[in-house]
């Protein structure tokens, strides 16, 4: 694999390295969109970064339909609209806000970016490199602890920040910008409450910045399993913490497992989450958060719960604990 000789120059400009060496290909962006790869470096103080290069696929001749298809059929105008905001979105991060983060929630280091002729690019540390070469398609307790810790300091780091160039929403599956697939739910009681439950959701008095799309795929671990870092903020926005606890939760456990751990898991959150905000805002009274993000993680999870439910109705997330959620939340705003 080679990059295009800009790419290069651009890569070598922004890490004073001397000379671009070995490129893989770490994956494909979702629905054709780009490319990420690892580049290996001479001559400089870096021995390697994540190249993350986004090159959006062209829209045909009458500009309904982009020429790629979505992996379960999901295509088309707004579709495309919404991706090449998330990557304004993830630049605006990335430039703005990225920096703020610590140790307690690990992101990559941004060496630069650019966005140019529709195209965006990223220069990004490697975590492999800077230890945290891991990734995880399930995680037992511990790691589960590990996700919730990074997501109680990222939320008390970015408590009552304005996400001002990022989405004043976060998530990927808000219901403003998922028209289509409420469309496409069968009516009933959740494809009612949608609307109610987006608004108390984004009506709560104590908001964050949510990572957007938390899920344990965007986690990078030690080898020892003591450390994390999160990667992939193309959704990050303003919103209420108990979003990103319920998706991460539903990202790497099964609905029984949810179902036995819901208060073990939200308790040890809770926990990490008082102590950090106790430092970064004594001010702020970890009981009132708590209290309100408690009673309003069905809520997240219900909001999840009907994107599903439109985008893909056989998903194994639509199980038995995610339905009596459902139950529970719809039964609450009658």
């Known amino acids: 694999m080679k990059l295009a000789n800009e790419i290069s120059e651009f ?3 922004s890490t004073s390295a001397s000379e671009v060496g070995r490129v893989n290909n770490v994956q494909s962006l979702w629905s054709g969109y780009g490319q990420i790869c690892r580049v290996e470096l001479v001559g ?8 993350k290069h986004v090159a959006p696929p062209n829209l045909s001749s009458h500009g309904a339909q982009h020429r790629v298809q979505h992996p379960r059929g999901w295509s088309g105008d707004r579709s495309h609209a919404r991706k090449l905001r998330s990557y304004e979105v993830e630049t605006n991060w990335y430039e703005n806000f990225s920096a703020l983060c610590d140790v307690g929630c690990r992101v990559p280091r941004c060496w630069a970016t650019r966005h140019h002729d529709g195209e965006f690019l990223f220069v990004l540390e490697d975590l492999d490199e800077a230890g945290y070469p891991l990734r995880r398609g399930a995680l037992d307790r511990d790691g589960i602890f590990l996700g919730l810790d990074w997501l109680a300091n990222f939320h008390s780091r970015f ?3 304005a996400p001002d160039g990022l989405w004043e929403v976060g998530t990927y599956w808000h219901l403003a910008t998922r028209p289509d697939e409420w469309d496409a739910m069968e009516p009933g009681s959740m494809k009612d409450a949608a609307i109610a439950i987006d608004l108390r959701l984004r009506q709560c008095v104590f908001q964050s910045l949510v990572h957007g799309d938390a899920k344990v795929a965007n986690f990078c671990f030690a080898n020892d399993a003591s450390k994390i870092a999160a990667v992939d ?5 303003g919103g209420c913490g108990m979003k990103d606890v319920a998706y991460f939760l539903g990202s790497c456990l099964d609905g029984d497992e949810c179902e036995r751990g819901e208060e073990a898991f939200l308790d040890h959150y809770f926990a990490q989450f008082r102590n950090s905000l106790a430092t970064q805002h004594q001010g702020v009274s970890p009981d009132d958060v708590e209290n309100e993000w408690r009673a309003l993680y069905p809520f997240a999870w219900a909001d999840f719960t009907r994107f599903m439910m439109g985008w893909c109705s056989s998903h194994t997330k639509l199980n038995r604990y995610s339905r009596r959620i459902v139950e529970q939340v719809t039964q609450q705003l009658k």
């Open 11 to 13: 890569v070598l400009e």
């Open 233 to 237: 903020f193309q959704y990050v926005g």
């Open 159 to 161: 408590f009552g920040v």
């Open 44 to 51: 400089g103080p870096i021995r390697s970064v994540i190249i």
